[in-house]
């Protein structure tokens, strides 16, 4: 009965603001090369983070899964 | 007119409008209470929240205003990737939170949430009625959305009816009508069961496009290299101002922040039937910002494909502008047959959100308006009717706007929702995880942010220009009206919590526990 409290935060969750970072750093993106099959970098390179932020949310989902199972 | 493209589209509206009247029998539930009609019974799994909330937040307004900003701006339309891109880790962190308390207490909108845990009937109020005035352009925009996709077709829009005279968008009201009432009979599964749909025409058209398309001009390469040289990428800032990328970040960071502030976003993480749905589907509805990226990509093959110089698009390009650069391409690119899945997927693209969000505007209208101020006695099966009313009339004030508002830049008032409806940000996000917030500190808050951004909009020459320069030692930084007028929503929220918690030391109202967020 006793479940000790969860914690709303955990150091695995700041991976989730490396895509805001990336994204509003717009200076850093913000060019034509290198393009890829004729796409300026300011394009693919946001698309690619697409893929990316997904990639960040991926561990920090199964982190929280398994504490919450564990907790059950 | 082209019979086949007409026929086909025709063929998928009706296909459509028969699932719309289906889903009420689609995991039967009592449709006279509000949580079956309003959030389909808290039901919807993973795979149908993913089509549900895809078909609510990528909407007609992907297809026709994100390239048509491409098209005529170029890339600073692109803002719409980061920004889908930069919502969902927020969905992630915070909603299940949201989710979890709605569930507990039995709450249908964000301002049911903000009542019970400030106990504050005014800005729960103020929370509904933002909600409700942000949304209304955004169904317009819906209806722009299917309004061009129509007249792409080249169905006539002024229809001589025998008796009456010349009725105007006869084909849109005949589409709303149909919309109406099975969003009426149905509730939620109608937009949830049609999503399917939508999404499947969308991905069909879109992987379509953006194979077909670029092989015909040529590759990507000959596509860029048609573009404007200097709106290619942003321009670089000056010693005076920090310039378009300023806007582009400020403007991916507003929108992101205003989305799941939104009814219709909200409606639909709510309908889901646990808050491991609404986790996995932050992970996995980004396949749709996906689409959207490749979408927003038209609007530069449509400047490569020169469609604005061609004479039969000249009339469409004169009544809606940029925006109807998308179906130009098609009509250019596409066999006729094609066309007409093509414009099915815009059309039923804009009848999914336009109904998702009628019925969260008619949660807010039944739960925060009705119940707390005209009949707090309203039994559940009358909320569920007032609901429903309220629903027909969220979808005519919708009608009213398209037919009196110029919406030429359909995606500036979507933009303008945004600047509202972010000002509901401090009481329902930061109220997610602390109640030391004081009620009517909030409420100065979002005075203080309604004002200033409205007046930052309308100040600029009242042509709904929504980014303003912010003056920072005579450096000037452009910035998106929602995330300036925010800061100050949230100082001034901050800043009289603090004093009015010093001065009266009035315990917090909240009728919710720690325990109810898990």
């Known amino acids: 009965m006793d479940t000790p409290k969860r914690r709303i935060f955990r150091p695995i969750h700041l991976l989730l603001l490396i895509p805001y970072v990336a994204m509003l750093w717009v200076g850093s993106y913000n060019r034509l090369a290198p393009d890829l099959a004729g796409i300026p970098f300011f394009y693919w390179y946001q698309m690619l983070w697409i893929v990316l932020g997904v990639a960040v949310m991926l561990p920090v989902y199964f982190a929280d899964e398994r504490d919450e199972a564990s907790r059950k | 007119m082209n019979p086949t493209a007409v026929t086909i589209f025709v063929a998928l509206f009706l296909l459509v409008t028969v699932l719309g009247f289906v889903a009420a029998r689609w995991r039967r539930g009592d449709l006279n209470q509000l949580s079956e009609w309003g959030l389909g019974g808290r039901r919807f799994g993973t795979v149908v929240t993913w089509f549900l909330l895809g078909g609510d937040l990528y909407t007609a307004y992907t297809f026709i205003a994100v390239p048509a900003v491409l098209f005529g701006a170029g890339a600073s339309g692109f803002f719409a990737v980061p920004y889908t891109i930069l919502v969902y880790p927020i969905v992630y962190a915070i909603y299940p939170r949201l989710w979890s308390v709605a569930r507990a207490k039995g709450y249908v909108t964000a301002a049911d949430f903000v009542r019970g845990r400030f106990g504050n009937g005014t800005l729960a109020l103020a929370v509904a009625v933002t909600g409700i005035v942000a949304t209304m352009p955004y169904i317009a925009l819906q209806l722009v959305g299917m309004e061009v996709a129509i007249a792409g077709l080249g169905i006539r829009m002024d229809v001589p009816v025998p008796g009456i005279g010349v009725v105007h968008d006869l084909p849109l009201l005949i589409a709303f009508v149909v919309l109406a009432v099975y969003t009426y009979n149905s509730g939620l599964r109608a ?25 015909e001009l040529g590759g990507f390469g000959r596509i860029f290299a048609a573009a404007d040289p200097k709106t290619v990428i942003l321009a670089a800032p000056t010693a005076a101002s920090l310039g378009p990328q300023a806007a582009y970040a400020t403007l991916a960071l507003g929108s992101t922040l205003a989305l799941f502030l939104y009814p219709h976003a909200v409606t639909g993480l709510l309908s889901s039937a646990s808050r491991h749905v609404v986790r996995r589907n932050a992970v996995i509805l980004p396949a749709y910002s996906f689409a959207l990226g490749l979408i927003a990509l038209l609007g530069t093959m449509a400047v490569a494909a020169g469609v604005k110089s061609m004479p039969q698009f000249a009339e469409g390009f004169k009544a809606f502008g940029n925006q109807y650069a998308v179906p130009a391409l098609f009509v250019h690119a596409f066999p006729s047959w094609f066309v007409g899945v093509a414009f099915a997927a815009i059309a039923i693209g804009a009848l999914v959100p336009a109904a998702i969000m009628s019925i969260a505007c008619a949660n807010l209208f039944t ?3 009705w119940k707390e101020y005209v009949n707090p006695a309203v039994s559940p099966s009358g909320e569920a009717t007032v609901a429903k009313l309220a629903s027909l009339v969220v979808k005519a004030g919708a009608l009213f706007f398209i037919i009196d508002l110029p919406t030429k830049y359909a995606i500036n008032l979507q933009l303008l929702g945004g600047v509202l409806i972010i000002q509901t940000l401090p009481s329902v996000i930061f109220g997610l995880y602390t109640n030391k917030l004081n ?31 912010i003056k920072l030692f005579g450096y000037a930084v452009p910035c998106y009206a929602a995330v300036s007028s925010l800061i100050l929503n949230i100082v001034v929220s901050a800043v009289f919590s603090w004093l009015f918690n010093a001065v009266l030391r009035t315990p917090p109202s909240d009728a919710t526990m720690e325990a109810d967020y898990a």
């Open chain 2, 191 to 215: 937009p949830a069961l049609i999503a399917l749909v939508k999404d499947a025409l969308l991905y069909i058209v879109v992987i379509a496009a953006v194979i077909i398309i670029p092989v």
């Open chain 2, 367 to 369: 739960r925060n308006i």
């Open chain 2, 439 to 469: 009620p009517w500190a909030l409420l100065m808050g979002w005075i203080a942010g309604i004002g200033s951004g409205v007046w930052m909009t309308y100040g600029a020459g009242f042509t709904i220009t929504t980014v303003v320069p």
